[in-house]
Structure formats: C-alpha cells, structure tokens
C-alpha cells in the first residue's frame, strides 16, 4: 500500500472510530437521560450507578449531566456519581480539577454537596493543582449560617484532610469552628463541631 493510500486509510479509520464513539456516547445519554428522568428514588440512583458500572465513558456521561446545571437531572446525576464513587472512587480521578472547579461555581445545592461529599471521603489532596482555592471555599462554606448542615460538615472533614501537613490551616479551622459553635446549630452540625473541636485541641498539645 502506497503512503497516499496509507494515509486515507488511517483518516478514514480515526473517522469511522469516531463517529462509533459518539453514536456510543449518544446512545448512552439517552439511556442516562431516561433513566434520571424516573425519579429521586435511591432505587433509581441504584439503577443508575449499576448501569455504570467500572466503565470510564459511562462515567464520564453521567458526570456530563451533572454539569448542566439543569435542575432535577443535575442533582440527581451527582448522586449517582457520588454513590458510584462509593464502588469505584478511581474513577473520578482523571476528573477531579473539574468535578472541583464546578462544585466551587454550582448553582444547584445537591451538585455541590454531593461533589463535596466525594472529595471529603475519596479525594487524594495531591491530585489538585490548586488547594488554596478549594480550602478558602471550604472556610466561606463553613462559616457561612445560609450554607445546609450537610454542607458545611463535609467542608470540615475537607478541610482536615487539606491541612494534614499544614498546623496554621489547623488554627485557622479551630477559630471557625468556635465561632460557628457560638451560632444556634442543627444538632448533626454542632456534633460534629464538638467532634472536631475536641480532635484539633489535642492534636496542638500532642
């Protein structure tokens, strides 16, 4: 085979696989969207995440739909890559920069705190590129009374996790901490202050 020829075939194989990959990807955001579409149910976050899988492209579909802001389907698409994470965490690993950046911008609340969720149970700190953005977040999260209780605890166990190495982040969490506890809080919220609290006092006498 000549090389003129050698080329058209190369282009027209990059071409035909393409064109497989994107009547895959719509396929499965059709079957995606149908099955967000059922409901709020934790069956049909089930559902979901079993059609999921370990499969990259699946994954990555589902988080596409998080990214719409688009509510229910946003929401709901969080908490199915939340619980899938729960299976699979490596899979949002080659995700993570912008998983972190759009729960920073989220408008919708479920997308946020799922998001959240995910990184305070799975996130490796030295994936991110840049901690100082998502640490003055967590804090304005924390401190901030209009934030949702389930918010605001992941943004603690968050924050712990980024200052394991770093004792100033450590004093600067404990001040909030105080000061929110000054607040009349939910009881799981208070709980988890007072856990914390408790945790970052003995760990400056250690």
Same mark, same amino acid.
């Given at each position: 085979?000549?090389?003129?020829?050698?080329?058209?075939?190369?282009?027209?194989?990059?071409?035909?696989?393409?064109?497989?990959?994107?009547?895959?990807?719509?396929?499965?955001?059709?079957?995606?969207?149908?099955?967000?579409?059922?409901?709020?149910?934790?069956?049909?976050?089930?559902?979901?995440?079993?059609?999921?899988?370990?499969?990259?492209?699946?994954?990555?579909?589902?988080?596409?739909?998080?990214?719409?802001?688009?509510?229910?389907?946003?929401?709901?698409? %969080?908490?199915?890559?939340? !619980?899938?994470?729960?299976?699979?965490?490596? @899979? &949002?690993? #080659?995700?993570?920069?912008?998983? /972190?950046?759009?729960?920073?911008?989220?408008?919708?609340?479920?997308?946020?705190?799922?998001?959240?969720?995910?990184?305070?149970?799975?996130?490796?700190?030295?994936?991110? %590129?840049?901690?100082?953005? !998502?640490?003055?977040?967590?804090?304005?999260? @924390? &401190?901030? #009374?209009?934030?949702?209780?389930? /918010?605001?605890?992941?943004?603690?166990?968050?924050?712990?996790?980024?200052?394991?190495?770093?004792?100033?982040?450590?004093?600067?969490?404990?001040?909030?901490?105080?000061?929110?506890?000054?607040?009349? !809080?939910?009881?799981?919220?208070?709980?988890?202050?007072?856990?914390?609290?408790?945790?970052?006092?003995?760990?400056?006498?250690?």
């Amino acid at each position: 085979m000549k090389g003129g020829s050698l080329f058209i075939f190369f282009c027209c194989f990059v071409l035909l696989r393409f064109c497989v990959i994107q009547y895959m990807v719509k396929s499965i955001e059709s079957e995606f969207l149908e099955i967000l579409q059922m409901g709020s149910e934790r069956a049909v976050a089930d559902l979901a995440v079993e059609a999921i899988g370990t499969d990259p492209l699946r994954f990555h579909v589902m988080l596409d739909y998080c990214y719409l802001e688009k509510y229910p389907i946003s929401m709901r698409a %969080a908490r199915v890559v939340q !619980l899938c994470c729960e299976q699979h965490p490596e @899979l &949002i690993i #080659p995700h993570i920069q912008k998983v /972190t950046q759009h729960m920073i911008t989220s408008s919708i609340d479920g997308v946020k705190r799922n998001f959240l969720k995910i990184m305070d149970d799975f996130l490796d700190p030295e994936k991110l %590129a840049d901690q100082g953005l !998502l640490l003055d977040t967590c804090f304005n999260w @924390l &401190i901030n #009374p209009r934030e949702k209780p389930a /918010t605001r605890v992941h943004c603690i166990g968050l924050i712990l996790k980024l200052s394991a190495s770093e004792p100033d982040i450590r004093q600067e969490l404990r001040a909030s901490v105080e000061r929110i506890l000054e607040d009349d !809080l939910p009881v799981s919220l208070r709980n988890v202050c007072l856990k914390t609290l408790k945790k970052l006092v003995k760990h400056s006498l250690s």
